[in-house]
């Protein structure tokens, strides 16, 4: 496996900076001998992986400099395909090891990709208090509705009435908007896109990425193998084009092409609330603080 | 000029500076009774030496943070006490797993739940070893000076890098805020361990590969190794499998790494052992007082001995088991209902009469106390 | 000076001491006690006078306990006070007592060694302990009032403290109070040490 590694055309670099979809090639990014991956056919997860290492490569970061850190779930196995210094970490808790990582290493591009289950519900009060810190980071949360490496239980993202195998006779509770959340609870950037529109997607990806900041993303990324036919969605064809009925833009940009039909949940970026970056903020309180000490003492 | 400085320091800022001169340069924490001293201390201190301090959000954050930032190559530790150590045991499972230093300081009050929060106890002796779920290697060590909480942070720094895993420091309620007159040495007489980094090619490094001394190197981010770091078994290359074969090797080497360097990792304090027939076996502030009626009890002509694991956990088996062969009684005074005296049971051989003093009131164990049984063991033995 | 030598230097290995009689000489230590209700400024006089003792070349451990409200409730901080390295930490048979409130009063009566000196605040302290040991009923609030401030109450019987029992020179002290206590409070509390030291002077009427 490490020959394989070893001869990674792009080794330590994403190359030049490409624009176009011509010069990307997703195998640059990827640890092609873990593959076959483990993901189920019609996952969104390996399309919202697709939009996440076009983003890096049109960013040009370099592959030695990204780091990802993921939690527990299916989301939180999406992160070792990359080829990069890869953190697979404790359930819930990504954001958390992410924030020591991110302080001790500021030099480091740093994405945390977690699930809604991982995210919103044993690592809620991480993500709150993530946003409300705003360290450089981008999480990319992949909201499937759902616990799909446990079996299919309900997540706080599961719309209500949906089956699981928690909630028998549908489910009772209210689903989380996590992106009103997460602007609520003070993240500078926040924005949500959809596996269908892969390129615009991308886009959401590179907004976050060069946010200077704490960037939220929510990615509507389906299950169709567990929750789909738990609740009779169709094929994956048919799930993934329901969200073209369900999403309409916020912010069009380079976003996305055309409107969708106006529905509940809109994509795009969703709200930008610019301020100071907590390790900028920190180290230079720090300095102020030395700088001020010294001068008492001198 | 290296000259040391005398000073009356607390334990718990003792444990802070400790770190500090270890090389430690990040800190992850929660406020929590009778430990946040060290929090308080780390964060005036650690941006005096270019480091970072964070308060995060709550206890399991803290563990995370600092593995965190002990990935990306920081030398990191957190402090907490009983409830606290609860939440991060998970996490603290994580760092003894994939193999990432860090330290945690543990400063134990009344328990269990919420307990007494501002009265000392040692309750968390088993916690410590066994907190976690699983399997797992871990280093404790237990000081009880403050001059002790000072050099035993700085070794659980050292043997933390040395060794790839977890250290924990465990003091007591009395240890962590009593003020003693220590003397601290100069900062550059200080030795420091430095964690083994990968230096060869990429094509040939095995993250967890096996090694003449049983620790792979670690891989730093933005060297250009990018590999893989998980909690789930994993085979050399980092990567998670199930292989039965190659989870056995794994877990073998990484339940066995300890010992290979128990040259390093054992420490213990001994008075009177040479000739002891009635032994006293304990940590923390209750050594203090035991030392005391030990030397009382010498003085009164019993031979009396002490035996203070100063690394508790692994516990130093091949020293106690040949102190105890030539003793007729163990006595094991703690501040619990009975923890440490189970490991010196099982290592005990059948003959030896086994006494223990326990108090869990929130007050210490007195050296009157402990004279007294001694005195008593001494009669029947 | 080699500051972070490379990981496959050994960490110095700490010689395992297998046998030794007493390693540490015992001395007598002195044992003091300040007890009160939580607000009273115990700690930082004790803090005060552990500072000075250090300066005087003396060795000190120093612990305290509180309750977990920070105003009221019973509190106290104790020292021990050794030429040599200090062997048991807490105390056992207390030298110097002070105590500054009821609630304290009678908290400590089995820790009290025969002979000891205990000095009460003669306006807060309704129940002085008594037995075996010389109790002394002073005005250490009184005075605090007349310097300006109840709360330097405890300075006052620190002055006391230290010219009864002379375990600690009165400039190294006042030397310790400029240089650790908030400037704010300077003069009251250099005022309250020198009311507390000519309370020591005063002569015995128990």
Known sequence: ??????????????????????????????????????????????????????????????????????GIGCSGRVGAYIDANTFHTTHGRPLAFATGLALARPDLEIVVITGDGDCLAIGGNHLIHACRRNLHMTCI???????GMTGGQVSPTTAENRMTTTTPAGNTEPAFNAC????????????????????????????GLAHRGFSFLEVISDCTEIFGRKNDLGSSPEMILRQKSQMRPEYFGNVVDEPFRPNAMKTGILSRNERPEYGDAYRAAMVSTRATASHGHG | MLASVRQNLQGNQACALGAIAAGCRFYAGYPITPSSEIAEKMAVELPKVGGTFIQMEDEIASMAAIIGASMGGVKAMTATSGPGFSLKQENLGYGAMAEVPCVVIDVMRGGPSTGMPTRPAQGDIMQSRWGTHGDHPIIVLAPSSVKEAYDQTIRAFNLSERLRTPVVVLLDEVIGHLVETIEIPHIDTIERAERKWATEARETYLPYGETDDGIPAMARPGDGYRSHTTGLTHGPSGFPTQKPAEVNDMMQRLLGKIDRHRDIVDDVETVGCDDAEVLVVTVGITARAARRAVRQARDAGIKAGLFRPVTLWPFPENQFRAVEARVHSVLVPEMNAGQLCLEVERLSARRTKIARINRIDGEAIEPAHILSTIEELGRHG | MPIAPPWSQPVRRRPTVM???AK???????????????????????SVLAEALLREGKRVA???????????????????????????????????????????ARASNALIKPGATVLCDESRVTQAPSGDFHVRMLPFA???????LERVANMVALGTLAGLSGICPRATLEAVVRDETPAKFLDLNLEALAAGFKLAEAPVSE
């Open chain 1, 1 to 70: 496996m490490d020959s394989a590694l070893g001869k990674n055309p792009t080794g330590g670099n994403a190359g030049s900076a490409g624009t176009g979809i011509e010069d990307f090639d997703i195998r640059a990014y990827l640890r092609l001998d873990l593959m076959p991956h483990f993901m189920c056919p019609g996952c969104g997860h390996g399309i919202a992986l697709r939009a996440l290492l076009w983003a890096v490569h049109e960013l040009a970061i370099p592959k030695d400099r990204l780091a990802i850190v993921s």
């Open chain 1, 141 to 147: 949360m992949l909201n499937n509705e759902i616990y």
């Open chain 1, 180 to 207: 009103a959340l997460a602007a609520a609870a003070g993240a500078s950037l926040v924005g949500r896109g959809i596996t269908l529109q892969t390129p615009a997607l991308k886009n959401l990806m590179k907004e």
């Open chain 3, 19 to 21: 046998a030794e009689g």
């Open chain 3, 24 to 46: 540490i000489p015992m001395t007598a230590a002195i044992e003091i006690r300040l007890s009160g209700s939580g607000g009273q400024g115990l700690q930082l006089s004790a």
């Open chain 3, 62 to 104: 120093q612990s305290q306990s509180y309750e977990p409200t920070s105003r009221g409730g019973i509190s106290r901080s104790d020292l021990v006070i050794s030429e040599d390295e200090v062997d048991y930490p807490l105390v056992t048979r207390i030298n110097y007592l002070v105590i500054l409130d009821d609630v304290a």
């Open chain 3, 142 to 148: 009184e005075k605090a009032r007349a310097v300006g």
